[in-house]
């Protein structure tokens, strides 16, 4: 089993529209979360941190589920500059990172 | 601040050929990665470094790959004999070790092995 799995789509959304991605990880000792975003042939980009009370920053709401081991991504009102490949990510301890493989999203007008 | 530098940005060689990567951190990060990204296997974590010490090697794939840092300002990614499926975009990042904001990527260097 992958030590993070996720739907890699991709999601084809129209502009305005509300979309989730949920992202499950195996290392339950896992103790930070983050969504990254990478656009094509760039480098990944901190999107935001994910906190066991949910946070949210603008349009964008992450939430963890420590008990089910999976953190979802919330994009509402889409914007045809959110298509983009989202990347699930945690630290297992220490400050190395596991990445996802991603979710692409396409927001289409 | 100028971000994570990494050179060249595109790298084309030939099979047994010899590559370098290089990378410049942050200023003041004390913790550097090395990733390589494919369609296939994603981004995979190579190496990373504390304090310039390497600290975790595991995904290094053999020993044609090596990495050094020799200070806080620089480390290289070496490939000796380069082969096809090494081609990949390799990406360094650095962070500050202990905070939970995450890492910063530099732009990457792709590299394509013929």
């Known amino acids: 089993r992958k030590e993070v799995e996720q739907d890699p789509g991709p999601f084809n959304v129209p502009e305005g529209a509300t979309v989730a991605f949920n992202c499950t990880y195996s290392?339950?000792?896992?103790?930070?979360f983050f969504w990254y975003r990478q656009d094509c042939r760039k480098e990944p980009k901190l999107l935001m941190s994910v906190y066991s009370s949910g946070n949210e920053d603008g349009r964008f709401t992450a939430q963890l589920n420590r008990a089910s081991q999976y953190i979802s991504l919330l994009i509402r009102d889409s914007k045809l500059s959110d298509s983009a490949t989202y990347l699930c990510?945690?630290?297992?301890?220490?400050?190395?990172?596991?990445f996802g493989t991603g979710t692409q999203l396409k927001v289409e007008l | 601040d100028a971000g994570v530098i990494q050179s060249p940005r595109h790298e084309v060689t030939e099979m047994g050929q010899e590559v370098t990567l290089r990378c410049k951190p942050i200023?003041?990060?004390?913790?550097l990665f090395w990733y390589r990204q494919t369609m296939m296997r994603g981004l995979e974590l190579l190496i990373y470094f504390n304090n310039n010490v390497p600290i975790d090697d595991s995904g290094m794939p053999e020993d044609r790959f090596s990495a050094k840092m020799p200070n806080a300002s620089f480390s290289t990614l070496k490939i000796q004999p380069s082969e096809p499926r090494d081609s990949a975009v390799y990406f360094c990042a650095s962070s500050w070790a202990g905070d939970n904001y995450g890492y910063t990527f530099g732009s990457g260097t792709r590299l394509t092995v013929v």
């Open positions: 290392n339950s000792a896992s103790q930070s």
């Open positions: 990510v945690y630290t297992g301890g220490g400050n190395k990172l596991t």
């Open positions: 200023s003041g990060h004390n913790s």
